[in-house]
């Protein structure tokens, strides 16, 4: 069974720029959720998708937004990047919604670097 | 609001001697209770969960938590490391509705760097 997949791994950007990540969860996994991951900040919560609804958003400005498709699929979108946007962005799948397992399964991240 | 300290930044060990990693959390509500493995320019790996049940949990590779309720700890255990063990460990938590139902928010800890010397 394919495990969740990032695209791309890297990727530098301008200050200015906008990026659009892409993730496509495990087959089956109907919960897509994405994280910014720093040295200074750690792990953040940024938002996640079920179903194609926002249902949980962290505490980020307006211009980071995502979306999920029917597929399950999700992309992330961040516009006007500012240097410190620069961080690994995680996409995690999980089944929810009920009896089972619980847990999220994390893809290896996209690298962005601001510069 | 939930919050998960893991009070050691750093763990220097040497192979073969045993180790624990804290990890103390705060939450008003019932939670799901995770540690999570990640190797340099990696993704993070699922160590182990406590759902519910027993309050030990074991993985496969050797590592154990014990869930305590009374002290809100999950504190990691491996009774012998191997150098294969050097990693960052992240402690996180999940609410949980009174159905059971855990929605798709994972809070973490800031990390704790094991690093295991020959």
């Known amino acids: 069974k394919a495990g969740v997949t990032q695209t791309p791994r890297y990727l530098i950007k301008t200050r200015g720029q906008q990026v659009t990540l892409s993730c496509s969860p495990i087959?089956?996994?109907?919960?897509v959720s994405w994280y910014q991951q720093t040295p200074g900040q750690g792990l953040q919560f940024l938002f996640e998708?079920?179903?194609?609804?926002?249902?949980n958003k962290g505490n980020f400005p307006g211009r980071f937004s995502g979306r999920q498709f029917s597929n399950s699929r999700s992309e992330m979108n961040v516009s006007t990047l500012e240097l410190g946007d620069s961080a690994l962005y995680l996409c995690?799948?999980?089944?929810?919604?009920?009896?089972?397992?619980?847990?999220?399964?994390f893809g290896q991240g996209t690298r962005l670097t601001v510069v | 609001a939930q919050s998960v300290t893991q009070l050691d930044s750093q763990v220097p060990v040497f192979e073969e001697a045993p180790v624990e990693l804290r990890c103390n959390y705060s939450?008003?509500?019932?939670?799901?209770l995770f540690w999570y493995v990640q190797y340099p320019n990696q993704g993070l790996q699922l160590l182990l969960k406590?759902?519910?049940?027993?309050?030990l949990v074991e993985s496969i590779n050797g590592f154990e938590a014990e869930f305590n309720k009374s002290q809100t700890s999950f504190h990691l255990r491996k009774p012998s490391v191997h150098i294969s063990d050097t990693a960052e460990y992240f402690c996180?938590?999940?609410?949980?509705?009174?159905?059971?139902?855990?929605?798709?928010?994972?809070?973490f800890g800031q990390g704790t760097i094991l690093t295991v010397h020959p």
């Open positions: 406590y759902l519910s049940g027993s309050t």
């Open positions: 939450s008003s509500v019932s939670v799901y």
């Open positions: 996180a938590v999940s609410d949980v509705n009174a159905g059971g139902t855990s929605y798709g928010k994972l809070t």
């Open positions: 995690a799948s999980s089944l929810l919604g009920g009896p089972g397992r619980k847990e999220a399964f």
């Open positions: 998708y079920f179903s194609e609804t926002q249902r």
């Open positions: 087959s089956g996994h109907r919960s």
